[in-house]
Structures are given as C-alpha cells and as structure tokens.
C-alpha cells in the first residue's frame, strides 16, 4: 500500500473520507458512552441538539465567530507561510486592549471604535513582534508566537488578579463590569455579538479577494509557496511576512475585543475568556485549505461540535473532561478525512 | 542475464514507456539512448523497484522476476547509480558505504573499513574510504555510488546519466572501469542522451522516443546522423550561427570576490560586450552558481561590476527592471508550482496587470497565451499548474518569461538543461537572435557542445576562479576540458 499527493480530490471522494471518519468517530463516542451509561443515541441526539433550535443555533454562531474571525487570519498567515500558532495569545492581548479603554478611557459613544483599535491593534502587536523576530534573526515563529501565548495569559492573570482586579471581585479573578458605552450589541436575546459575526464575515470575504485578485495577495502567495522563488524575484520578504502577521494579529485581536466586550463583559481568566478558539481555529484555517473564504464553512462546523459537547456537559452533567474527549474524538476525525482525502491510496504493490 | 519483455508503463493518458523489449547480456554494455522525456528514467525505476511496469514482464537470468522495491532489487543482484550521487555529506565515505551492508548494532570504525576493503578486493578504490563525502568532487562522489553498488555483488549494473557531473578526462577514467566490469561478466545498461559517449562506450545501443523503442543498433553498424534520425525523429539542425559582436561594452566585471563553502568566487574580471555571448564551463560546484547569482542580485559580492557604464544595481526586481534577464541554475526556484502557468508567465510583471487594484487575469491570460504560442510549452490551458508540466515545458516557462521583454543581458545557467533537443534548438535560436539585436549574453553550461556552438568567446571556471576567455576559434573541446580541470589552457 502506498499513498500518494491527490491535488484535486473529486467530491465524492472527500464525502466519503468524512462520512467513513465521523462514523468511526461515533463508533468510538458510542463505546464511551455505553461505558459512561448513556444511551448512545441519545448522546449523539444531544450533539446534534444545537442545530434543532434558534437558541442552540445562536450557541453555535457564538463559538463560530472568534473562530471565523481568527480562522480567516490564519488561513492568509499558513497561505504566506508565517505559522502563527499564537492566535490565542493575539485574542487575550485583544480582550486586554478592549478591557483597558473600557475600564480606564472615558466612556463615550467612541467607545467599542477605541476598543476593536486598541485590543486589534495589541494583537497585531504580538504577532508583528514574532514576525519582526523571525526577519530580524530567524527564530522560527511556530516557537515564538507558542510562547507568547504563555506570556499573554499570564499577563491577564496578573491583570485580573492585581491591579485590574474588581471592586466588587471579592475573592473572584475578574475586572469590574464594563460601562454600557463598552458593551457591544447582540443579536437578540442572544450571546452573538453581531459586530464581530459582521467583521468575521466581512474579513473572510476580503482576504480571500486580497489573495486571489490583487498583486499584494499573487506576492504573498508566491513566498508561501515558494520562498525561494520569491528571493529570485527579489519580492520584500519581510515586509510580506510582517503583514500577513499584522493582519492575523488583528483579526484575532478583535476576536478577544468580541468575547469580553460583547459576551463576558469584563476580562476573567485566561481559560474563562477563551475555549481554546486560538487553537481550534488552526483545524478551521487546515480545514479550509488555507482559503480564507472557506473559513465561512468550517468554522460553524467547529462551533457545531464544541456547542454540541456543551449541551452533553448540560443535560447529562458530563464533567468537562468526558466531553472534551468527545469534541477531541470528533476534531480528530475531521482532520483524519482531510487528510486522507488529500491523497490516493495504491493498493497495488 | 536481464530481459525485457513488453514492459509498458502509463501515468495516467500519458504512455511512458511503450512495449519496451531489450536484453543486456553479462559481459555486455547495453546503452539506452534517447532524449529527456523519452522514458529512460522511468524504465530504470522499472527495474529498480520504484514504479511497478502495467504490462509486460522482466526476466533475470531467465526466471520471470516482481520487483516491488528497490531492496528487492538489489536482492536479486540489480544495482543502480543514480544520476547524481545521493550521499549524505557530512559523513565519511566508508559510513556512506556502510548504508548498504548488513553490519552488527555496535561496530568500530576500523573494523568497517577493514572488512570494506575485504569486499572491494579488486576494485580500484580511487577514493579515500575516511575522507568526509562534502570534501570529494563529483567524480569521486560518482565513483563512491559506484562502489557502493558494487558491494551488493551485482549481476546487473544500471547507470543512470552517469557522466553529467564530470569533466571529459573523469569520463574517460569511469569508461575504462565500466570496460574492466564488462570484463568482469558483468551486464551493465547504460543510459544516456549523450550521442558520443554511448558510442564510446556501448557494445549495442536502444533508442527510445517519446516512449517507444525506435530501434536497436550494433555499435559497429550505429552511425551519428542515423541515431539522431532515430531520437529526434529528423535530422538535427546545424548549429546556428552567431552573429559578431558590437562595440559597446554591457556588462564589466573587475575583481568578482563572491564568499561561499569550498572554493570562493576570487578575482573573476571579464567584459561583455553587446551582441556578444560568452560561454562558462566548469565542472559543477566551481563557483558558476554564486557567480551568476552575485550579478543577479542574489549573494552579495565584493568588487566593481559596471552595466552600461553604471554600478550594477544589487535587486532582482531593479535588475530585471533594468533590462537584465537571469534562467536559474534550478527550475525549483524559476517558477511557483502550484500557481498557473499565466500567472508564472508574470511572476516579474504581475503588477502590471492591476486595474484599479485588481489584477486583470483575462489580460494576464491573452498575453500568456502568445507566449505559450510562441514557445511552443505544452499546457492544455494557461490556468494549468505548473507543476503538471514536464521540466521541459517548466523550462521554456522561465525562458519565455525572461526573455519576453527583450533584454539587454542574459544570465543564463543550463538553459537547456533537461530539455528536449527540439526545444533546446529553439532555445538557442532565440538567445542568438537577442544576442543579435544586441543583447550581451552570459552562458554557464556544463554541455560543452553548446557553448562551442553559441558563444563567441569561451572560460572555465577552475576552483572558484577564471581561466580564459579565449575566442572560441582557439578553443577546442579538449582544451575546454583542460581549463575545466586543470585550470589551464
């Protein structure tokens, strides 16, 4: 047996690969239920719950948005080739930003423009330090920007627990409540901040024209793809790089103004203000094959399967780490079909 | 000792090999002639286990054999030295010939080359079993890959385009120990495109174009124009004829320092004048790669470079702005293969094809389309990857991309490399007519006959350093061959 590079796999190829990965996924899920003593197809009706009404949709939506927004940016980063595996760092840089113009900027009706510039333009901070780092010296940004997310979450604790710590905290690690002028409005009775759904959408849209249809994006593309070409064209490098990182730090800046600004109201802790989006949001930039457009499709599927745990951890009261094996066993499957959707098998020897 | 039965080998609509039917004898040399994209190569990963043939059957000494890998081929005593030597550099020789031997876990370096030596008893060695292999020239490194195969006792010896890394006085050295192997009993199958070599060496020769076998010819009755006839399908042009240089000076190089590993790039001088064509050989890793690399604008440099009368400037793109065109040593880096062949049509003028921020991909298309037209490139459609080329085509991608605004000098390393003969006489025909619009050009190639055949004047370069040029009237491919190792005319 041997695999070979399918560039251009045929949709019922792909369908295939998915259908045959979800299934073993479930056959696993099922397995751990039984032995959880849950009925299984009771289980698997919870996952799927989110999507029978309006208000599971709009906690799926809520999951999909900082996906979306970080997802897009990451899509463009892997297309250039800058490796960002900071984004949950960038997005707890952007939630400091957003706190800080909440909570020490006189409020005003400027308030939540001052907060997307000052979280966005944080994240971009941190991206852009990795992406300087690695023109100026070489460090590899997969090293760089994983150890920023270790910097950026102690920076919260150290925030929430210190000298941003609420009056009325008490023995809680949080900020004092943002002022309505700092609060973004949702759609509804729901959890979804709409300014982010529009932003995530909106830089989806426009990073997949930049690429695809402008010589900024035929330029980037041509140095992820191939670097050494891009240094025989003389193309600016580390200019390319430099934005590409700007640009995937401020989306996932603006991600972490959306969760604080427009769901906690106030930054918490670390693990509180973010589920791991930075990180779930790689798999939706990988998913989509590095098209930002994509990201559109993928990141609502990955909020499916984490708001679909969600509703198992609720009416079952699952101790989380059940349910992150489920929505881990489910991620897995999905990467397994991608990955062999990618390529042919040949059975002959 | 092996035979071929009707091997066939597809890739998809493509036909790689087509009924293929030879026999090498032990005690016999068998040359497989034919030019790039013929299908040489992939019936020698046919019988080297890396592709399985779709019909057809091989036989070894007689017995109908499977080779599923190329383990299996070596098992049943087939070896195989690749077209360039796959060695890992920074161990010693004796370690690299230690990958094909059954050793203990634990062993001492002495005990290894002394049970080395045991086993290549009666092979010259020629090479220094505790030299590290990044020290060694390329014929040395052949001759490692050389011995290396000979460790597994073969019946069978295939080589694979074994002298396009060495000077001519190297190739004679490798014939006469393929001659001494031949006597030996071995069956040897040599492959080749170069016409004068396998004559040289080939007790019979098979012909293979497109994928078909064209024929077999003894070498006796196995005349230069017929087997021409025989690889290309008609008879060859002559070379064509440059036209003589003008006055003005191009492109002036006075003291070149370029810093790498080995031999530095030294005091290199030269001018060029337009309309001119001077031809660098050398044998590869002299310093051809960091010299054209320097006047490209890609490894930074000591010493006065003038074009036009003005400093060299040290950016690609200001250079290609200017009027300098430069081929790359490696397709790899002229062109971005998953991107279309359009849009690598325009990987140096992209940007002029923006409307109002957008690039205008219909423009880019028509514009690319003349090109593919022109050139000849074999692409269903200009959006088709470039990967899905042949190195052929990929080449006269980067050729006609370079060339296509008429420029003032020409870097050109291995322009022809990997190219067909009918291309490659294309190529050259362009390159003489820009160098006839007065284009000033600059030719590094290991393919001696075309720099005899192109340029006006000729150089080697010798460890790092420049012998010549002379005018070409004086050089003669021997004395080519001496600069080139010996770094005097």
Redesign the interface.
């Known amino acids: 047996m041997r695999l070979e590079l399918d560039?251009s796999p045929s949709p019922g190829k792909v369908l295939l690969a998915y259908a045959f990965f979800l299934l073993l996924a479930l056959l696993a899920l099922g397995a751990l239920f039984l032995a959880y003593g849950v009925a299984p197809l009771r289980a698997y009706g919870l996952l799927l719950s989110p999507l029978a009404d309006p208000l599971g949709l709009a906690e799926v939506a809520r999951r999909a948005v900082p996906l979306l927004l970080i997802g897009a940016g990451l899509a463009l980063a892997f297309r250039v080739g800058f490796f960002n595996i900071g984004a949950e760092g960038q997005l707890l840089l952007g939630a400091v930003g957003a706190a800080y113009a909440a909570l020490f900027l006189p409020p005003g009706p400027w308030t939540p423009v001052l907060m997307f510039l000052l979280g966005g333009g944080l994240g971009a901070l941190w991206a852009g330090l990795a992406a300087w780092l690695r023109v100026r010296f070489g460090a590899s940004e997969i090293l760089t920007t994983l150890m920023q997310n270790y910097l950026a979450s102690s920076l919260v604790v150290y925030l929430v627990a210190g000298p941003w710590k609420g009056q009325m905290a008490l023995g809680f690690l949080y900020t004092d409540r943002f002022p309505p002028e700092a609060q973004l409005p949702r759609l509804g009775e729901t959890l979804v901040p709409w300014p982010t759904l529009l932003l995530g959408v909106a830089a989806a849209c426009l990073l997949q024209?930049l690429l695809s249809?402008?010589?900024l994006g035929?330029?980037w593309?041509?140095l992820g793809?191939?670097p050494?070409?891009a240094?025989?064209?003389?193309?600016k490098e580390g200019r390319l790089l430099l934005l590409a990182a700007l640009t995937s730090g401020l989306l996932s800046g603006f991600a972490g103004v959306g969760e604080v600004a427009g769901i906690h109201l106030r930054l918490l802790e670390p693990a509180q203000i973010s589920l791991g989006y930075g990180f779930t949001a790689i798999l939706a930039a990988w998913l989509a094959r590095g098209r930002p457009l994509g990201v559109l499709l993928t990141a609502p599927l990955l909020g499916l399967i984490l708001a679909g745990a969600d509703a198992l951890k609720l009416a079952l009261s699952m101790p989380f780490r059940v349910v992150d094996v489920v929505s881990g066993l489910l991620l897995l499957a999905l990467i397994g079909a991608e990955a062999v959707s990618r390529h042919r098998i040949l059975w002959?020897? | 000792m092996l035979r071929l039965e009707n091997v066939t080998k597809r890739f998809g609509p493509v036909v790689a090999n087509r009924g293929i039917s030879l026999e090498v004898r032990g005690g016999e040399v068998v040359a497989l002639l034919g030019e790039n994209g013929a299908g040489k190569t992939t019936l020698v990963s046919l019988l080297y286990g890396l592709y399985?043939p779709d019909e057809g059957r091989i036989f070894l000494e007689g017995k109908e054999v499977r080779i599923?890998s190329p383990r299996a081929a070596q098992r049943l005593g087939i070896a195989l030295v690749p077209q360039h030597p796959e060695l890992i550099e920074a161990h010693t020789v004796a370690e690299n010939l230690a990958l094909g031997l059954d050793l203990p876990p634990v062993f001492s370096r002495r005990a290894l080359v002394a049970r080395l030596e045991g086993l290549l008893a009666g092979h010259p060695l020629g090479v220094d079993l505790e030299a590290p292999v990044h020290r060694l020239s390329a014929g040395e490194k052949q001759r490692v890959e050389l011995l290396r195969a000979l460790l597994a006792r073969p019946k069978v010896l295939v080589l694979d385009e074994p002298t396009s890394v060495l000077t001519p006085k190297e190739v004679e050295g490798l014939f006469q120990e393929i001659r001494r192997l031949r006597s030996s009993g071995l069956a040897v199958l040599f492959i080749s495109h170069k016409l004068d070599e396998v004559l040289a060496i080939a007790d019979r020769i098979v012909v293979l174009r497109a994928g078909e076998q064209m024929g077999e010819l003894r070498r006796e009755e196995a005349g230069k124009d017929a087997l021409v006839r025989l690889m290309v399908g008609r008879s060859p042009a002559p070379p064509p004829k440059a036209a003589p240089p003008g006055e003005a000076v191009v492109l002036e190089v006075e003291d070149l320092m370029v810093p790498r590993h080995g031999f530095p790039v030294q005091g290199v001088s030269f001018a060029l004048r337009a309309g001119e064509v001077l031809g660098i050989a050398g044998v590869a890793g002299s310093g051809q790669r960091e010299l054209l690399e320097a006047l490209?604008?890609?490894r930074p440099y000591r010493g006065r470079v003038r074009f036009l009368g003005r400093p060299l400037p040290e950016?690609?793109?200001?250079?290609?702005a200017l009027g300098v065109a430069?081929v790359?040593e490696?397709r790899?880096?002229?062109?971005?293969?998953?991107?279309s062949v359009a849009?690598n049509l325009a990987?140096?003028t992209?940007?002029r094809?923006?409307r109002r921020?957008?690039?205008d991909?219909g423009a880019m298309e028509r514009d690319a389309e003349a090109l593919i037209a022109r050139y000849r490139i074999q692409a269903p459609t200009p959006r088709t990857p470039v990967?899905a080329l042949s190195g052929g085509n990929v080449q006269k991608v980067i050729l006609a991309r370079e060339l296509r605004e008429g420029p003032k000098l020409v870097l050109a390393m291995h322009p022809t490399y990997g190219v067909d003969v009918g291309a490659a006489e294309e190529v050259h025909a362009r390159l003489l007519d820009l160098a006839r619009e007065g284009a000033a050009i600059l030719l590094v190639s290991e393919d001696l006959d075309e720099i005899l055949a192109l340029a006006h004047r000729v150089a080697a370069l010798h460890r790092g350093r420049l012998v010549g040029p002379i005018p070409r009237e004086a050089a003669s491919r021997e004395c080519l061959g001496r600069m080139m190792a010996e770094g005097r005319a």
Do not use: D, I, K
Not at chain 1, 231 to 235: A, E
Not at chain 2, 315 to 320: G, I
Not at chain 2, 332 to 339: F, H, I
């Open positions: 560039l024209l249809r402008t010589p035929f330029a593309r041509v793809e191939n050494q070409a240094r025989y064209l003389g193309l002959r020897r | 399985a599923p490209a604008g890609l950016e690609p793109a200001r250079l290609y430069h790359p490696e790899a880096m002229g062109v971005v293969g998953g991107m849009e990987l140096r992209y940007p094809y923006a921020g957008l690039l991909y990967r």
